[in-house]
């Protein structure tokens, strides 16, 4: 089977593209916060760590039609300056978050009807499990797979208190439902804000989901809760 990728809706197949997956089991930079303490041997980790963009690399080839898929295929990279998700039939459980940058540089065949090149993307450091949603109408539990703590979207409907582990948010005003995205610390319903119905146990951490097992508790007027829990792995 030839190898494909898939960015947002778009199969890659439809510009004639296939790939290989030589540039593709890589682990992303972890950017450690080391601090020398004179008078000790070796250096501390301070409590600074991420995890840092990367490229994801994919040795690409065209071998039919060339001049018009590889036109177009320029066309449909340069057209987004957003993140898009990939998904590569080498790992189809999970997505990356990637953005073109360029430049492509494209090797053709003599007579122009086949070329190769490398296909360069900015990625995020995440590779994104691809699972349903947990919908909960009474409290329950959910369970983290990953050795990462993922920062969840939650679509909250009712006004009340949601408990998720250790930490709360409570909604004291919702238009049928609120969506709150622990990732950017927001709350919101389409286009409009949410943030002033919107207050969080401590004040200023949203709350995140942990490896292994959650609580998830719905207070009294919370009906509902839809967790998109974002988990991950590297």
């Known amino acids: 089977m030839r190898n494909y ?33 004179p008078g000790r041997d070796g250096d501390l980790i301070g409590p600074s760590t991420r995890l840092q963009n990367g490229t994801l690399t994919y040795p690409a080839f065209i071998f039919n ?25 080498y790992h189809p459980n999970e ?4 953005v073109f940058r360029g430049p492509l540089t494209v090797e053709p065949t003599r ?4 070329g190769q090149f490398d296909l360069v993307f900015e990625c995020m450091p995440q590779r994104w499990l691809i699972v349903d949603d947990t919908t909960l109408t009474a409290s329950g539990t959910i369970s983290n797979p990953t050795k990462f703590t993922s920062r969840p979207l939650l679509r909250v409907y009712g006004t009340g208190t949601l408990g998720i582990g250790s930490q709360s948010i409570t909604i004291s005003q919702a238009d049928t439902y609120t969506d709150i995205d622990c990732d950017i610390c ?11 119905y919107v207050s969080v146990s401590g004040g200023v951490d949203f709350p995140t989901l942990p490896s292994g097992n959650t609580g998830i508790t719905l207070g009294t007027g919370i009906t509902k809760v839809v967790i998109t ?4 792995t590297v």
């Open 5 to 37: 990728i898939t960015i947002d809706s778009t199969d890659c197949r439809t510009f004639g593209l296939y790939i290989s997956g030589s540039g593709v089991f890589n682990a992303p930079t972890r950017s450690l916060d080391m601090r020398q303490v």
């Open 65 to 89: 039609n060339f001049k018009t898929n590889i036109a177009n295929l320029r066309a449909f990279l340069s057209s987004s300056s957003t993140y898009r998700r990939l998904v590569d039939t």
């Open 95 to 98: 997505y990356r978050l990637v």
């Open 111 to 114: 007579m122009l009807d086949a």
């Open 186 to 196: 927001y709350a919101y319903k389409g286009s409009v804000s949410k943030n002033s």
């Open 229 to 232: 829990p974002r988990w991950f």
